[in-house]
């Protein structure tokens, strides 16, 4: 099994910044892809963005690319979103994922197999 802890979430006002942040651990050799999805209530979760092992492909949600930045340090088994230019509409709780194939990146339709519990971002205007 592997567990995903979130951190770096918080309240903000439009046009900030916040980094999150997402540490792997148990199996962790079983991971190839990792990402961040963000849901709000009554919405389905949608994927913010997702990363290859390697990190040489990246793949991000129309609305987030050019102010987030997806990264991966595999030696410290964590996978970061840096988000600038927040705005209201960021809001929501945003999740940590990973999946032993290619889930969030490469066009695949596949739903990650592990997921943290979640972290609340909150923009106000």
């Known amino acids: 099994q592997v567990q995903l802890v979130e951190s770096g979430g918080g309240v903000v006002q439009g046009g900030e910044s916040l980094r999150l942040s997402c540490v792997a651990s148990?199996?962790?050799?079983?991971?190839?892809?990792m990402g961040w999805y963000r849901q709000n209530p009554g919405r389905q979760r949608e994927l913010v963005a997702g990363?290859?092992?390697?990190?040489?492909?990246?793949n991000y949600a129309g609305s987030v690319k050019g102010r987030f930045t997806i990264s991966r340090d595999n030696a410290k088994n964590t996978v970061n979103l840096q988000m600038n230019s927040l705005k209201p509409e960021d809001t929501a709780v945003y999740y940590c994922?990973?999946?032993?194939?290619?889930?969030?990146?490469?066009?695949?339709?596949?739903?990650?197999?592990?997921w943290g519990q979640g972290t609340q971002v909150t923009v106000s205007s």
């Open positions: 148990g199996s962790i050799s079983v991971i190839n892809t």
């Open positions: 990363i290859t092992r390697d990190g040489a492909r990246t």
């Open positions: 994922a990973a999946d032993p194939w290619q889930a969030m990146v490469g066009g695949s339709t596949r739903l990650p197999a592990y």
